[in-house]
């Protein structure tokens, strides 16, 4: 069993920057992939960004790209999500995810343990 709990999340002005951090225990972080969804009011989990176990490969839905970057620590056994020039419509709660497929899914289906998400707010 493995056990995530995010934490960073706060509110910001648009424009600003957040780093959110995912801690891990139980399983072998090393051997998962790991992402990050979120979920505004009244829509569905989405994909947000997802990292490979071993060479640190990297993936981003499509309107984070060169805002976000996603990172981890294996030693630490976190991965945390950089997310800079944010704006309203990130808003949303985000959750970590870890996964034993590769390359890292971008369906919520595919990951097997979750966190309990934090809450990230972009004012305008």
């Known amino acids: 069993q493995v056990q995530l709990v995010e934490s960073g999340g706060g509110l910001v002005q648009a424009g600003g920057s957040l780093r959110l951090s995912c801690a891990t225990s139980g399983g072998t972080f090393s051997s998962y992939s790991m992402g990050w969804f979120r979920q505004a009011p009244g829509n569905k989990r989405n994909f947000v960004a997802a990292?490979?176990?071993?060479?640190?490969?990297?993936y981003y839905e499509d309107s984070v790209k060169g805002r976000f970057t996603i990172s981890r620590d294996n030693a630490k056994k976190s991965v945390y999500l950089q997310m800079n020039s944010a704006n309203p419509e990130d808003t949303a709660v985000y959750y970590c995810?870890?996964?034993?497929?590769?390359?890292?899914?971008?369906?919520?289906?595919?990951?097997?343990?979750w966190g309990q998400g934090t809450q990230v707010t972009v004012s305008s």
């Open positions: 990292i490979t176990w071993g060479a640190g490969n990297t």
């Open positions: 995810a870890s996964s034993r497929n590769y390359p890292p899914p971008r369906s919520e289906s595919s990951y097997d343990f």
